[in-house]
């Protein structure tokens, strides 16, 4: 078993410090492209050993330290009534977006046992027989989830969502709380069912003033993690958005173990603001087209603000792009290792 | 006349605090739609009295302390061999995008009087007759140009972008030349045919990190504004962009009069990285859709930020969207004008 994910948040020394990529189970992969030629992510979801599959898949390939669970941050919206469509090319479209507290009263609780079992039953196999490396479960922060629940689909400025937050706030926390409880289930189910840590998404949060953030969002924020670490303390949460640099002097505040940074805000930048938690990030996902000594010395960089920082992971800022050569993400992944073995 | 905007740029005392709404000529506006219904965007720039109009609805219905020519940021890259369509719903779709040096090296250079006669006559029917406020002039930063030209149209994320600036810096830096030559020409000429003021919107740059902005952006602006500010002292230059905050503290080095907030940076915050410069914003889109007094209390708060810091123009914090009541923003004018007179 390779732990040295898990080993690095601890605190302790890994052999090596480990790398692992958002989006790493995606279209970069041949035979990721091979199996979603013919089912729709949803169809490959309800197919515990496909799913499976897929989330090991870039485990084999690139040789990372974590696998993370293959499935839509819109996973647990289709259970509490939320009608979602993945259109390819589009993302996830919503027919019947929130406008109302008429809306929001409408949503039920998720029963993630009942309404999931194929993703319990994913996290098992993987977690009991086919993985050697932490399995990171997930899902989307409210502030997200609820940003495609509003606009109705993705969106550039999330202006209605942004709108509802100012103007309506009794429709917004009523709607934060749904999202809490439903999160808090969601997650904590997936730790129950084997997953090792978990990455919370809250990708579009970057959207919002630090003012409104620390208001309307830190505290159910606050409440998600604070629960899931009372009720799993082993289990490591990380959170990761874009654009979120204006936000990070409220994110350590929260009882995160690890934040996760955007190609925007440097290692050595989040370290200056004091944060104490494990640093995940942050190659510039542009720089996987670049020479490779172009992407060494990025590496490089990043790696020495980690070491100075202390607790650090190597990721991508960003997720991987479908267009991403396997074989630089194989490299990469290889040259960590190499100038961090200890 | 009235020159509050000028005035409070001079670091004089103006009779009250100026206002102006980024993109406050549009779609807000029952007679801006009229015409619209009638006429797409390069139809009604291309005839100087009903641009000229256009650029002046607002004016009358809103009060505001300063004019911004009406037109679109891709005005002067038809002329350099751009093929650019406006898309209704989707924004500026090109059909020949940059993907090499050759096709940088075919861009054309910008004959601004003999190209965009009819721009030049607008400006001059606005500032010699029509208008009692200081018309701004304004263009898109290179990187936010660029961003068109590269990715072929709106983008998300500008990975196409950020690839070419990372990977290949030789046709970046090809690209950039082109299009800081052009923005001086197109700038220049907005000037010397009346504008009392010019607003550079780098809209999109708050994609690139620090470091890269630093290396592969930054002197560019110095140029584009260096030049500008060394022709035309007396004529103040803004610049704007959305999520910039981790750009501000290179963009205070700018040659610039103004630095334009976006809603996620305040001005104390601003402020307090030792900005010298004017600061304009920064009310939230999205308060347009409160009640009153939420509404007032944030222009409250932004005031006071703006008195503690000195010099400050209200604006938004991003432009006016097309749903926004036009009494709201009439009355925000009336407020700031009211509560700030001297």
């Known amino acids: 078993m390779n732990n040295t994910y898990v080993t690095m948040i601890r605190g302790e020394v890994p052999q090596h410090t480990p790398v692992w990529f958002m989006r790493q189970a995606g279209r970069s992969q041949a035979e990721y492209r091979r199996i979603k030629a013919k089912y729709s992510l949803f169809e490959i979801t309800r197919q515990p050993e496909l799913c499976a599959y897929i989330t090991k898949l870039p485990v084999d390939e690139y040789n990372v330290d974590a696998a993370i669970l293959y499935k839509d941050i819109m996973?647990?919206?289709?259970?509490?009534?939320?009608?979602?469509?993945?259109?390819?090319?589009?993302?996830?479209?919503?027919?019947?977006?929130?406008?109302?507290m008429e809306d929001v009263a409408r949503l039920r609780a998720l029963d993630v046992e009942g309404e999931l079992p194929y993703m319990i039953?994913?996290?098992?196999?993987?977690?009991?027989?086919?993985?050697?490396?932490?399995?990171?479960?997930?899902?989307?922060?409210?502030?997200?989830?609820?940003?495609?629940?509003?606009?109705?689909?993705?969106?550039?400025?999330?202006?209605?969502?942004?709108?509802?937050?100012?103007?309506?706030?009794?429709?917004?926390?009523?709607?934060?709380?749904?999202?809490?409880?439903?999160t808090i289930a969601y997650l904590g189910a997936q730790i129950k069912a084997g997953a090792a840590a978990i990455q919370i998404f809250d990708s579009w949060v970057g959207a919002v003033?630090?003012?409104?953030?620390?208001?309307r969002i830190f505290p159910w924020m606050e409440r998600i993690i604070g629960t899931l670490k009372q009720q799993y303390p082993e289990v490591p949460v990380t959170m990761f958005g874009v654009g979120t640099g204006h936000l990070l002097s409220l994110w350590r505040k929260l009882p995160l173990d690890v934040i996760g940074l955007d190609w925007r805000c440097t290692v050595a930048e989040a370290s200056a603001m004091g944060i104490a938690q494990?640093?995940?990030?942050?190659?510039?996902?542009?720089?996987?087209?670049?020479?490779w000594p172009i992407i060494r010395r990025e590496i490089d960089r990043i790696l020495e603000e980690g070491k100075a920082h202390g607790k650090h992971i190597f990721n991508l800022g960003h997720g991987v792009v479908p267009e991403a050569d396997p074989d630089v993400l194989k490299r990469i992944t290889a040259y960590v290792h190499e100038v961090t073995a200890k």
């Open 75 to 100: 996973t647990p919206l289709v259970p509490i009534g939320v009608d979602v469509d993945i259109k390819a090319g589009v993302g996830p479209v919503i027919a019947n977006p929130i406008r109302s």
């Open 121 to 182: 039953e994913t996290i098992r196999l993987l977690t009991e027989e086919m993985l050697q490396v932490p399995l990171i479960g997930f899902g989307g922060a409210p502030f997200t989830l609820a940003s495609y629940m509003i606009e109705g689909g993705p969106s550039k400025n999330y202006n209605k969502t942004r709108q509802m937050l100012v103007c309506r706030p009794d429709i917004w926390d009523a709607l934060m709380e749904k999202l809490t409880q439903m």
């Open 209 to 215: 003033n630090r003012a409104e953030y620390e208001v």
């Open 278 to 291: 494990t640093l995940q990030g942050n190659l510039d996902p542009a720089y996987l087209f670049a020479d």
